[in-house]
């Protein structure tokens, strides 16, 4: 029983990982209607801007702010310069794009900081301080980080009148143009903010995996399975879908499959759901006139 609940607990963790990436695959993909393929190499670049400033000596948590606002700004410019201009472009032209982006970051980061495998401290203590015996203190630390930034978004979407200007633009661009929002900067700001959730998710996975330039490209696939079990459309969708799939991994891996099929796992998820629930558990079917 102990070993089970072992198991859970450290899915939930890895969900909560798996939800900051798939809830930022949704926030673009409700923008633009495409999915990001260079979110994965984004986070990686900006855990690796954090390692730097701590090998520097700047303070964990200075330099965990600091990496979220260059990470905002970031993926700003990355839409107002490289999306801005095919935004009305056929879908293989922004496919192209992502990739591209996807190719830049990852080269960028072996150039710059290299390929070889790199240890991201932990801020959290080795023990936890609630059911010790079950999560270890950075679980503990990175479920409730993870928390705090899903609960800082819903409170910013469902609050602000950003917030609210920008799911108008998502939803229904021309309406919001009609009443006087810029569409195209709400997109850069919902770039940003996807940019900056995906840099929560490397710096909180690091310290688990390693830090090196492929560090995300597993756990994009699993933050990709995870927005489309909960809906691609359906923002708190994907979180819900991050946790099922952290905690189901986890107790398959342990007791079905083993773990060398864990990833393998997340894609046979998403050709069964792109075959028998396109739409996942809590979005919306699509229904259209031909």
């Given at each position: 029983?102990?070993?089970?609940?072992?198991q859970?607990?450290?899915?939930?963790?890895?969900?909560?990982?798996?939800a900051?990436?798939?809830?930022?695959?949704?926030?673009?993909?409700?923008?633009?209607?495409h999915?990001n393929?260079?979110?994965?190499?984004?986070?990686?670049?900006?855990?690796f801007?954090?390692?730097?400033m701590?090998?520097s000596?700047?303070?964990?948590?200075?330099?965990?702010?600091?990496?979220?606002?260059?990470?905002?700004?970031?993926?700003?410019?990355?839409?107002r310069?490289?999306?801005k201009?095919v935004e009305?472009?056929?879908?293989?032209?922004?496919?192209?794009?992502?990739?591209?982006?996807?190719?830049?970051?990852?080269?960028?980061?072996?150039?710059?900081f290299?390929?070889?495998?790199?240890?991201?401290?932990?801020?959290?203590?080795?023990?936890?301080?609630?059911?010790a015996?079950?999560?270890?203190?950075?679980?503990?630390?990175?479920?409730?980080?993870?928390l705090?930034?899903?609960?800082?978004?819903?409170?910013f979407?469902?609050?602000?009148p950003?917030?609210?200007?920008?799911?108008a633009?998502?939803?229904n661009?021309?309406?919001?143009?009609l009443?006087?929002?810029?569409?195209?900067?709400?997109?850069?700001?919902?770039?940003?903010?996807?940019?900056?959730?995906?840099?929560?998710?490397g710096?909180?996975?690091?310290?688990?995996?390693?830090l090196?330039?492929?560090?995300m490209?597993?756990?994009?696939?699993?933050?990709?399975?995870?927005?489309?079990?909960?809906?691609?459309?359906n923002?708190w969708?994907a979180?819900?879908?991050?946790?099922?799939?952290g905690?189901?991994?986890?107790?398959?891996?342990?007791?079905?499959?083993?773990?060398?099929l864990?990833?393998?796992m997340?894609?046979?998820?998403?050709?069964?759901?792109?075959?028998?629930?396109?739409?996942?558990?809590?979005?919306?079917?699509?229904?259209?006139?031909?």
């Open positions: 029983m102990d070993s089970f609940l072992l859970v607990t450290a899915g939930l963790a890895n969900g909560g990982i798996y900051a990436v798939g809830l930022a695959l949704v926030m673009i993909h409700q923008a633009t209607h999915i393929f260079a979110q994965g190499e984004m986070a990686t670049f900006s855990t801007i954090a390692w730097a701590i090998q000596g700047v303070p964990y948590w200075l330099a965990f702010v600091a990496t979220m606002v260059i990470s905002f700004v970031a993926g700003l410019l990355i839409q310069i490289f999306l201009p009305k472009a056929p879908i293989l032209t922004n496919v192209i794009v992502f990739v591209g982006l996807l190719v830049i970051f990852n080269a960028f980061a072996g150039w710059i290299e390929h070889t495998i790199k240890s991201f401290p932990s801020p959290f203590p080795v023990e936890g301080m609630f059911l015996q079950y999560f270890s203190g950075h679980q503990i630390g990175s479920i409730s980080v993870t705090v930034v899903l609960l800082s978004v819903f409170c979407f469902r609050f602000t950003l917030g609210l200007a920008m799911r633009a998502a939803f661009p021309e309406s919001a143009r009443v006087g929002i810029r569409v195209s900067w709400m997109l850069a700001l919902g770039w940003g903010m996807a940019a900056l959730i995906g840099a929560v998710a710096m909180m996975i690091a310290p688990i995996v390693f090196d330039p492929n560090m490209a597993g756990i994009l696939l699993y933050g990709f399975a995870a927005a489309l079990l909960g809906g691609i459309d923002p969708g979180v819900v879908g991050g946790v099922i799939l905690v189901l991994e986890n107790i398959l891996g342990a007791y079905v499959i083993g773990s060398d864990k990833l393998t997340a894609l046979v998820l998403i050709v069964t759901i792109l075959i028998f629930r396109p739409y996942g558990l809590f979005g919306k079917p699509i229904f259209s006139r031909v």
